[in-house]
Every structure is written in C-alpha cells, then in structure tokens.
C-alpha cells in the first residue's frame, strides 16, 4: 500500500462558493453518502476521502477543503489556493447565487491562474425545481458551456455520482505528484506527515524548525539551498506547508499543517457569535490583547516550539509563539495594530464598497475647512483595476494607515479610511465596485499644503500592493487558449501606462519586484527574448525540465546520453510548447545556452552540463596524468606549467554550470577532449592544453577550483581563465588561492603536489626573496614567475605584491588591475623589441629583489595575439570597475579625452595652436572592438562644460584630474601596445592612426598631470576630503579608486546629456550599440562591427 499511495498521492479538492450554496453538505456526501445539513462553515473546514482502486487506477485520497463563503473570510482565500489542487465552484441553484458565481469564478482564477474550475449546481431537482444558469456572457468569459455544469442534490444524491466521475477523471489527467516530484521530494512529503501526525496526537501546533525541515531532506540526499527551496515551493503547491520567510519571527518554523493555520485565521476573521464575543470584537474593532489570548489558546506559551520565533529583545519568552502568529496575521493585512493597544480586522469591518462616495466627499472637505490653515490644495484620483482578491485590498488598508502613523484614524472600514494629521494633511480612501462589471475602483483624495506629494506616497503602495494584477488577467487569457505566457514588452509597457508607471526608471522597479514575487522573468540580454516577457515562470521552469530530467521517455525524446545530444533534437522539443509561428523558440533556446543549460557545439552537437557525468568527489591523479601524457606528446618544446587551486564556499550548480559553458566558449578553436559535471580537458594543437575541474569537499562546504595550463606562456590563458572564474561566481566566497609546483606536476602529477598559498609569495616578494623550494619534490624554483601569475590573476588582487593594508577593496582590485596592464604592456614592447620596463607605478619589478626585473619568457604570435586581446579586456574591465552600477549597462564604457583632430599642417601631437595654448578636448567614445578598440568615424565626441568661470573645460579637467589620469593611462597603454588589426577597417578620417593616439593621449596625460599639480597648490585639490584621511597616498586625499569613480561618474553624466544631441536626438544610444555576445557579454561596438559580434 505504500508504494500505492506514492503513486496516487494524496490531492487536494477546494470547494469555493457563496454562503449558503451547501459546500459542506456536498462534501458529507462525498466521503460519507449520507446527507447532513450542517451549520455555517466559519472559514475552513478539511474531510478526508478515500477512492479506492479500480480497473488499474491506482487509489486516490482527496482532501476536500471547504471554504466558508461568507465574504469576510475571502481574505483568507488566498493561503489555501494552491497550485496542485481540483476547484469546484459551487452555487445554489434555487436562489439568486447564480448572479454572484462569476465573484468566485473570477477569484480562482485571479489566485490560481490557469485553474479551469467544475462549476456545480446545487440542490437541483428538489420540489420540482430546475437548475439556474449563471448568465452567458459569465460562463462564456471562463470558457464554460452551461452543458457543462454539473447539476445535483446533496439531499437526495441525484448526480453526486456524476461530480465524482469527473473529480476521478480530472485527477487521471492531472500528472500526479510522482511525475513531478522526485523520489527524494516525496520522502520528504512522507516525513511531514509523519512529523503532523505526531505533533497532532500529543496536542502541539503543527510547527517545525526550519533546521528541522532541512535535516530531513539532508536524510535523502537534499543539501543545496536552491535544491531544499524547489521541494519546499513544490510540497507549499500541494498544501503540505507553508514557510513564511519575510515575517519577524518566523524565518526560522514551518507549518506543517496549513489547515491547522485555517483554523486559527478562522478565529478572528469569523462571523461565528461565540468567536466574536470572545474576541470583544465590535465592528471589526478589538484589542491586540484579546488578539493574542485567542492565539495562545492554540499555541500555548509553555509550548518547546516556542523557542526562536520571535527576537527575544522584541518580546518575552513566555509568549514568543504567540507574537510571531500574531505578526503574521498584520503581515498579511487580516490585522493592523492601532496606537494604545487598539486592533482593526479588516476583513470585518462594515462594507461601504457599494455606497456612493458623496457622503465621504462632504466629510472630507468639513474636515479639512475647520482643521488645516489656509493655503489648502486638493488632490484627487481615481484608480480603475479589473477585480481584486480581497487579501489584497486588506494589505493594502493597512499599509495606508502604516504610511501616516501620526495620523488620527477618524474613520475605517472594509476597504478604506478617512485619516486626519492636525494643522497639515486629511487624506480619504475608499474602494467601490460596479455591481454588474468586474470592475474595482480606487478612489483617493488629499487636502494638504501639498496634496500631490501625499497622493503620490499612496500611488506607489497602490503600485506594490496591487502590482502583478494585470499580469495574472493576461497569464490567464494565454493560459486559457493554450498559448504560451509571452507578452510583448510593449504591451506590459501599455498596461504599466494606464497605472501611471511611464518613466523607464518606474517600470524598470516594477519588473524587477514582480520578479521577485514570481510572476514574470524578462530576459533583455538573450537575442530573441529582449521584446517578450515571460509572465509565467513556472511555465518557463516546465520548460527547461524537458531538457534537464531524468524522465526516460524525455531523455528518450531528446537521445540524451550521458549529459549529451543535439541542437536539432533540443529545438524540436522547445517547438513542442511554443511552436515556430510564435518566433520565439529560437530565443528560448539562447535562453538555455545563455544560463548555462546548454552549450552548442560547433557540430550541431549539444551539452547539457547538468545532465554529464559527475566527478566532483573523484580523485585529481588521473586528470594530471591525462595532462602531462597529452602536453608531452602533442606540444612543442619550450613547454611551462601554470597551475592554480581557488577555494570556495559553497558554490550553486547553475553558476559551475554557466562557468564550464563559458570555459568551452573561451576556447573556439580549441578540441574538447573531455568533459564532465562541473569540467573539461581542452586542446589547442600545437598550442596549449588546459583543464578545470571543481571537486568539494565531503564534510565541509568547500568547493575547489583545478584550473592547469600548458603551453609557451600558460599565464596568459590561466588568467583569463581566472577573469572567468571572477565574472562567473561574483559574489561568492573566496577562500584562498594557491598555485602549484610545475615541477611536481611535470615529475609526478600523481603524487601530491607541492603549493604556494597566494598571500605567502606577497611575504616573499614584500621580503625580496627571489627563490622558494618546494616542499614535496625539494626544487629551487625562481620566484618572478610566481609573482608575474600573481599579477595577472585577477582573482588575486588582495594578495598582489605592493597592496597597502589601509587602501579599500576597489582600490586594491583597480591597482591590481593596473599592475597587469602595465606587465602586459612591458611584455609586448619587449617582444616588439623596445625598453622593457616603465615600471609600474606603486609596485616593485616582478623578483621585488632589487636589480631589475628579469627576462620576460619570449611570446610566440599566437600568445602576442592573446596577450593584446588580455590587454584589451583589462582596460575595458578598469572601466567597468569605476562605473556607477545603475549605469553599467546603458551607457558605453570606453571614453578617451582627445583634442580634435589637428590639421594637415598642425603643431604637433598635441594640436596645439600658434598662440601655443593647450587645444580644448572633448570625450570621444570607442568601440570596444576586442581586435582593436578605436574611435568612430565621423562622430565629433561630446563638450566638456566649464564647471566655473575658467576657459571651457578647465575647471572639469582640474577637478577630475586625479582620476581621469589612470583611465587615459590604461587606454594609452592599450592603443600603444594592444591588437591593431581593426585599425585598418575604418577610414581614417577624422580618426587617427593608433600610434598617433597613443602620442595624443601621452600628451593628454601630462596635461592632466600639471593640472593636478596646479590643483594641489590651489585649494581647489581633485578628489580631496574634508576628513583627515581620505584613504589616499597623502593625508586628506581620496583613494584614487574613489577619485575614478567620481571622475567616471561625470563622464557617464556628459555621454547621458550628449547622446540626445551627438546624432540631432535619432539614437538613444549615440553612435555605438550594445551587442550581447554568444558568451553573453555586453559590448558596446560601431555599427561595422555590431554585426561581427551579434549572437
């Protein structure tokens, strides 16, 4: 029988319906075959009813829950809608409820979107009466045919047998439970049961601690975070539990038995006499004492769970349980707690949503007279929504009399109030609806010096609180005619509209909270999906569940072997639920591939990364003998090892995943010899062989990054292998680095190896040691190339030779930055065979022991390729480093500050003038073109304005000096030394030849230079501070990260006020696009190169 129920697993039946339509009689006689005319139900009640095996089907259990139809318990619809579950709209068919049908209709689908209710009709037949219909347009409006409508008596069970066919037969259709929940999911549902049971039997509230929750699901195999939120979210869908993550208190317990949290709503939102005598409740007024008495007679204070629901500084231990409930029900909006210890229950306050608004208008405009001095202004608006659930509106009320707590409440009701702040504001709200049309409106007037501020405070809680409503109407017009939940941005933009949500800024906010609250995903930076909306995730969730499974008739579909397949077979299975005509399954696919579901190979072939083989728990040995056997026959000598060890915490399995299908992008060209879940072995014949591959820890929540190059100059690609990892898991904990012994991997790579933890070589290099011995093979091995891979290792910037303990973490990760552009561009000047060494500003020579620094290794052309591209994407990351964050990815990020171009018969580099005064520059932006940035033809670059009396542009360079100066360094240092290869593309003019740039700009840097000189000795000091220590090199200076921000700030202020007149206001963008790359990295390239780099 065990199996049995696993398979047939309990499903909930919700009746929904009017007061008075005979839900719990039909119930009765559902489970019993009896008939009872039971009295009123007062918010939930729960019958069990077992089916037993038939022909095959295996058993069924529903648990019927009965909603009371009374409208004061409405707000407390909204916990017991679950996603999992069988709706059975009901009415009496002998009396006028067929006119309110479409109200509970219409509330299913608002808290349950895509739920096609039963729509029943009761007490049919009896005395000779014939069933009525709910009007056409009602019925037509939620796909019903009156034909449809299942007509029955309890009383005498004529057509009782009907419903239970169709219930039987919904369930039959419905996946069940095991086709969605894995086996691990389902043990845990079988364990909170047993936990309920137990709890139940022994009189305890049904609450569990959280750490509780998370043992068992430790028990079959549940460890990860995001892997403990999907089964929590899926058992929350079936009515198992409920976990309230967002109310004081209660972070940390779980209800395993929502109905039991029913019962004890049903206690104060009640029409139930004794209930309300009890609670001393008038008019939907009480007490918070009374309130609480009423809770700790189901949770009583002496109770062990008790423990950790409240903050103890917050309220004694003695009636903890009962603070956390009690927050719960005002979080929730079913309880506002007044000044002096008062209490409002919304939900039964007195209902004045039909009466009409001229009485309250009169009252309004009395008040204000005698109460606020003159000059009084009005300000009054009207909010028209499709129907709202009625938990809303009660959360919203109370949030209205959270907004004013100074405020005297002089009037309150079921959903408004009429509040007065002495000598400065009245503000009314009320909620009215059309009795015919599902139409809601909120009406809201101010009186006030300056009612609009006032009235512009409660549009944005209306926004919060109401937002996501007409997203569900068009969830559910999709939903319902079987098209998939894709919106055009546009018409989100247009319905944003009519809410007065225009401004980009405003709509922007409004995705990003309905993003959190689940009902819709948009992704801007997927080709193909920037102009859709996704308002379903969950559909989007069953989507990708196609492709990541363990489902063999899916696997079968797609010819998945061991985590691979085809983009063919990939795209026919996303095509089966949004077919081509739709245009979108192509974008849906990128989807994939941009969150690291699936990478592409260049064969038509694809990798699923989830779905490959796991080798995290798997020894090293065999990976570094792989290695060193393919590096030693398949690549030329002169062969060095670069070889590093990044320990993390805890690191999610969609980040590794994004981070291996990133890896295989970096590396077009390269052979995939292997990979697996989360790594690859890589080829580059004659070139390089790299591989990376994360292993954690058993006890300990540690996640090991490998990552092992060979090659000419494995530094090179190991770090850009390393710019990856920082892209990939920012933000995640960052343990340590150390770098292995070449010498053991080349000798013995199935021993142990030899390590050098990062922040020890910083103590050698700070101690001028210039050798280091291993401690496993005993090799004297130099330390320079230790220190050179410390450098370019992005991810090392805490540990980078030179770092000053008082400097900040930007400071030190833009030092850092600087100190690899600088080697980078020692390197390749040596290679092109000039002076190897304007030494880096602030950091000693790669030995840190005195002489000069030693020989560089030679670069091939395939690693002077790659070392000019590396020096490209650090300058743009410089850039990016700086940038305001809301900005980061809407404005370009390469500027450079150039005079305009000189004429044929200038002055020289600088262009200056006869009367040898310094030419006045502008900032003219650059694609970031990564075979050669450069400037765009034809586009003239933007005016810097005097920020005071100065000749143009003096004061703004003066100010800005200190921080303009690293960034034009580093571009300098780009066009002097970096790719060249997109120069010739380009006609050159008015743009100049890269050398010629790069002269430029060294003039401009000593220009900068002499302006902060002269800034210093004036009291108008760039990036200065009024505190005595600004973080900077010199007392009261500003760490130089801090002086580039503000000087990056004003930049990105300039290109904003710039591009609606650089090209007469025809592009918001100016003369650059933001392309996404296939990798998914943003770019912002001239129209010539847009193309080239477009997914």
Not at 301 to 327: I, Q, Y
Not at 583 to 604: E, I, N, P
Not at 1010 to 1024: F, I
Request: aromatic share 4%; charged share 25%; hydrophobic share 40%.
């Amino acid at each position: 029988m065990a199996s049995a129920v696993k398979v047939a697993a309990r499903s909930s039946l919700v009746l929904a319906g009017p007061g008075g339509a005979g839900k719990t009689t039909l119930a009765v006689r559902l489970v019993t075959g009896e008939f009872e005319n039971p009295d009123p139900t007062h918010g939930l009640l729960v019958h069990e009813w077992p089916v037993p095996e038939c022909e095959g089907r295996p058993p069924l259990l529903f648990s019927i829950w009965d909603l009371g139809g009374q409208e004061v318990y409405w707000s407390t619809h909204a916990f017991f809608m679950v996603r999992e579950a069988q709706y059975v709209t009901v009415y009496n068919s002998r009396n006028n409820d067929k006119d309110c049908v479409s109200e509970y209709l219409d509330r299913v689908k608002l808290l349950v979107p895509g739920k096609a209710p039963l729509l029943v009709a009761t007490r049919a037949w009896e005395g000779g009466y014939e069933a009525q219909e709910p009007p056409a347009p009602v019925l037509q409006a939620h796909g019903i045919d009156s034909m449809a409508i299942i007509r029955l008596s309890s009383e005498t069970g004529r057509g009782v047998d009907e419903l239970k066919q169709a219930i039987i037969s919904a369930a039959a259709k419905t996946s069940g439970p095991s086709d969605w929940l894995s086996q691990a999911n389902l043990q845990v549902r079988e364990e909170v049961r047993r936990m309920r049971e137990d709890l139940v039997s022994t009189g305890q509230p049904p609450l569990i601690t959280l750490g509780e929750l998370e043992v068992v699901a430790k028990r079959v195999s549940i460890a990860a975070p995001q892997d403990l939120r999907r089964c929590m979210d899926r058992l929350t869908d079936m009515g198992e539990l409920r976990h309230f993550s967002d109310v004081p208190g209660l972070e940390d317990v779980v209800v395993i038995d929502p109905r039991w949290l029913a019962d004890l709503m049903a206690k104060i939102v009640t029409t139930n006499e004794d209930r309300v005598r009890e609670l001393g409740l008038n008019q939907g007024r009480t007490s918070m004492e009374a309130l609480k008495k009423v809770v700790e007679s189901e949770c009583p204070p002496s109770t062990d769970k008790a423990a950790g629901l409240v903050v103890e500084s917050e309220c004694p231990p003695s009636t903890d349980k009962a603070a956390g409930l009690v927050r719960l029900m005002q979080h929730c909006g079913l309880v506002y707690a007044a000044a002096g210890g008062a209490a409002f229950v919304p939900p039964m306050l007195p209902d004045r949503m039909k009466q009409p608004l001229d009485t309250l208008r009169g009252t309004l405009v009395a008040v204000s007279s005698k109460s606020l001095p003159e000059p009084r202004r009005w300000w009054s608006a009207q909010y028209q929504y499709g129907r709202l659930p009625d938990n809303r509106l009660s959360r919203l009320l109370c949030r209205v009399l959270l907004l004013l707590p100074d405020a005297e409440v002089l009037d309150v009701w079921r959903f408004g109030a009429l509040l007065h702040r002495p000598q400065r504001a009245v503000l009314a709200l009320t909620c009215s609806r059309q009795e015919m049309a599902a139409v809601y409106t909120l009406h809201v007037a101010v009186c006030s010096p300056a009612p609009e501020l006032l009235g512009a405070r409660v549009s944005a809680l209306l926004g919060e609180e109401l937002e996501g409503m007409e997203v569900r109407r068009m969830r559910y017009a999709l939903v319902s005619t079987g098209r998939p939940p894709l919106v055009p941005l546009g018409k989100l933009e247009e319905a944003a509209k009519r809410f007065s949500i225009a401004a980009p800024q405003d709509l922007r906010r409004c995705m990003d909270r309905l993003t959190d609250m689940g009902e819709l995903r948009h992704f801007s930076d997927v080709p193909g999906l920037e102009d859709v909306v996704v308002i379903d995730p969950r559909w989007l969730a069953d989507l990708m569940a196609k492709i990541v499974t363990t489902n063999k008739d899916r696997m079968q579909e797609l010819s998945m072997k061991q985590g691979r397949t085809t983009m063919e077979a990939l795209q026919k299975v996303v095509e089966s639920v949004c077919l081509p005509s739709t245009s979108k399954a192509t974008g849906l696919v990128r989807l994939m591939q941009h969150c690291g579901l699936v990478y592409a190979a260049a064969d038509g072939a694809a990798v699923v990364p989830p779905m490959l083989p796991d080798r995290m728990k798997q020894p090293l040995d065999t990976l570094r003998g792989t290695l060193v056997e393919m590096s030693s026959e398949s690549l030329p000598e002169p062969r060095r090892w670069w070889s590093a060890q990044y320990e993390y915490g805890r690191l999610p399995d969609h980040r590794l995943s994004r981070l291996l299908c990133r890896l295989l992008l970096l590396l077009p060209d390269a052979e995939v010899l292997d990979v697996w879940r989360f790594g690859a072995l890589l080829r580059r014949p004659q070139r390089a062989v790299l591989a990376l591959t994360c292993s954690r820890q058993e006890m300990a929540a540690v996640y090991t990054l490998h990552v092992a190059v060979c090659s000419p100059a494995p530094e090179l690609l190991g770090a850009q292998v390393s710019a990856l990892l920082g892209e990939e898991l920012d933000g995640m904990e960052l343990k340590g680095i150390q770098y292995e012994c070449p010498s053991c991997l080349e000798k013995q790579p199935k021993d142990k190896q030899g390590t050098y933890k990062a922040h020890v070589l910083q103590s050698r290099a700070q101690n001028k040691f210039k050798e280091v011995q291993c401690s496993h093979c005993g090799a004297e091995l130099p330390l320079a190339p230790f220190i050179r891979a410390l450098r370019l290792d992005e991810q090392a910037a805490p540990w980078s030779p030179g770092q000053q303990q008082r400097t900040s973490d930007g400071g030190k990760e833009l030092r850092h930055l600087q100190a690899g552009i600088e080697l980078l561009a020692d390197w390749l000047a040596a290679a092109a065979g000039g002076q190897q060494g304007q030494q880096r500003q602030g950091g000693p020579p790669d030995d840190a022991g005195g002489g000069g620094p030693p020989p560089l290794p030679e670069l091939g052309e395939p690693e002077l390729q790659e070392a000019r591209h590396d020096l490209v994407r650090r300058v743009v990351a410089v850039h990016r480093l700086v940038s305001t964050p809301e900005r980061r990815g809407h404005l370009p990020l390469l500027v450079a500050l150039l005079p305009p171009p000189p004429p044929i018969c200038g002055d020289g580099p600088g262009g200056a003038g006869s009367s040898g005064s310094p030419p006045p520059l502008r900032l003219h932006p650059v694609c970031e073109h990564p075979e050669g940035p450069h400037l765009v033809e034809g586009h003239p670059g933007y005016d810097i304005p005097p920020l005071y009396d100065d000749p143009p542009g003096a004061s703004w360079l003066r100010t800005h000096a200190r921080g303009l100066r690293p960034l034009m360094r580093a571009m300098e240092r780009m066009w002097r030394h970096g790719p060249q290869e997109a120069q010739g593309q380009v006609p050159a003019p008015p743009r100049y030849p890269s050398p010629k740039e790069a002269a430029i700009l060294q003039a401009v840097l000593k220009r900068l230079e002499q302006e902060e000189s002269e800034a210093q000795l004036s009291s108008c000091q760039p990036g200065s501070s009024s505190l005595p220590e600004g973080g900077g090199e010199k007392p009261g200076e500003l760490d130089e990260y801090v002086s580039c921000q503000e000087a990056r700030s004003s930049i990105e202020k300039l290109l904003e006020e710039g591009e609606g007149t650089a090209d007469g206001g025809r592009s918001q963008q100016g003369p650059l696009r933001r392309v996404v790359s296939r990798s998914g990295a943003a770019m912002w390239l001239c129209p010539c190169h847009a193309k080239e780099h477009a997914w």
